[in-house]
Structures are given as C-alpha cells and as structure tokens.
T-cell receptor, first 111, second 116 residues
Framework: SQQGEEDPQALSIQEGENATMNCSYKTSINNLQWYRQNSGRGLVHLILIRSNEREKHSGRLRVTLDTSKKSSSLLITASRAADTASYFC???????????FGTGTRLLVSP | DAGVIQSPRHEVTEMGQEVTLRCKPISGHDYLFWYRQTMMRGLELLIYFNNNVPIDDSGMPEDRFSAKMPNASFSTLKIQPSEPRDSAVYFCASSLVTGGMNTEAFFGQGTRLTVV
C-alpha cells in the first residue's frame, strides 16, 4: 500500500497546549497536505507544503517537511476544544495527480 | 459554489442489492476522486478521473465496483451486488490543476453505506 503512517494514532491534551502530529510516507512527492475531519463530516484542507519547502505557517498551524526522511509534522499551537478532530496527511506522489492519505491522528482537546 | 455534493447521505441496503452513489463536483474542477473510509483500512483511493476520463482504477476492490463520469458535473459509483463488507463511508472529492499541479482537494460530506 502507498498509504502513509501517522503517529500518534490518538492524542489527548488540554486547551492551551500544543499538539504535534507526525506523518511518514513511502514515495517521492510533489507536495504534502494536511486535512482535518470532524466526526461524521468530510475532510477539509488545512495547509499544503511543496517538496522544495521545509516549513510553512498558517495561523496557529506550522508544518515541516523533511523529504530525505520522508516525513512531515503538523504543529497546532495554543489548542482549543474546537480543534478536536482527526487529522490526516496526504501526499501527491511525483508524476501523479492523485492524493494518498495517511492513517490519521485523532486529537482530543479538553477544556 | 455549493461545494462537492454527494447523494444520498445515508444508504441502507440488503446484501445482493445494487447500490448507486452520486457525486456532483465543483464546477470547473477537472479531477474527481472516489475514496472509501473504514476504521480498519482508513481512507482508500478507489478511482480518479481527469476531464471525465478514468485515470487510475487500481484501488477498485473488485469487479462488483464500477464508476462512471458521463459529464463534467456528474459521477456515479456503483456496487453490484453489494456485500456487508462494503459497508463504509464513501467520499467524493474534486480538485483543479493549477500551474501543472493539483493543489487541494474539496470533499463532499460522504455517503454512509450500510449493507445488511
């Protein structure tokens, strides 16, 4: 399977703390994206990082990419209860236009 | 735009019946993807289309599954005959190539299929 792996599978923190999720993938990529999924809903795009970028910020989100290790991390700073959701990384393999998703991290932020 | 629209939102059917899931992508998008999500297997890409043409259907699990895109605004995923192990949430997503590369995908709300 081309699917990437994410860790941890589940993460439980308190409001105000930072949450870090990691993603590893298997093939060379054009870009890597992070998505969020609330329970029972579709996935929503959060941020995209291209293969020639190492770090990207968007609001409280910070994404890093290490293509030599085939890994990425998503940091959510100053978490809120509303950040409770599942988070998925997705890769765009080089030469393909498809999007391959990782296994996801379930984040629970307690008030 | 109303986003990607899928129907029905929920479907309960008996084993052996034919099931048809429908998707309307965002207008102007040239890629359409069908995914299946289960607890055991996560999000699996089943098939994707470019300009209505199937590009990669290697994720389609069996011949019981088929997908079509007769025009730019409509796609179907059909399961015939359905089996209990097909129970899952099926997502449709669309995207647009910009500068030669696909960027973000927009997902529909999904169809929760239960085969009893």
């Amino acid at each position: 399977s081309q699917q990437g792996e994410e860790d941890p599978q589940a993460l439980s923190i308190q409001e105000g703390e930072n949450a870090t999720m990691n993603c590893s993938y298997k093939t060379s990529i054009n870009n890597l994206q992070w998505y969020r999924q609330n329970s029972g809903r579709g996935l929503v795009h959060l941020i995209l990082i291209r293969s020639n970028e190492r770090e990207k910020h968007s609001g409280r989100l910070r994404v890093t990419l290490d293509t030599s290790k085939k890994s990425s991390s998503l940091l959510i700073t100053a978490s809120r209860a509303a950040d409770t959701a599942s988070y998925f990384c997705a890769t765009r393999p080089t030469g393909f236009q498809k999007l391959v998703f990782g296994t996801g991290t379930r984040l629970l932020v307690s008030p | 735009d109303a986003g990607v629209i899928q129907s029905p939102r929920h479907e309960v059917t008996e084993m052996g019946q034919e099931v048809t899931l429908r998707c309307k992508p965002i207008s102007g998008h040239d890629y359409l993807f069908w995914y299946r999500q289960t607890m055991m297997r996560g999000l699996e890409l089943l098939i994707y289309f470019n300009n209505n043409v199937p590009i990669d259907d290697s994720g389609m699990p069996e011949d019981r599954f088929s997908a079509k895109m007769p025009n730019a605004s409509f796609s179907t995923l059909k399961i015939q005959p359905s089996e209990p192990r097909d129970s899952a949430v099926y997502f449709c997503a669309s995207s647009l190539v910009t500068g030669g590369m696909n960027t973000e995908a927009f997902f529909g709300q999904g169809t929760r299929l239960t085969v009893v």
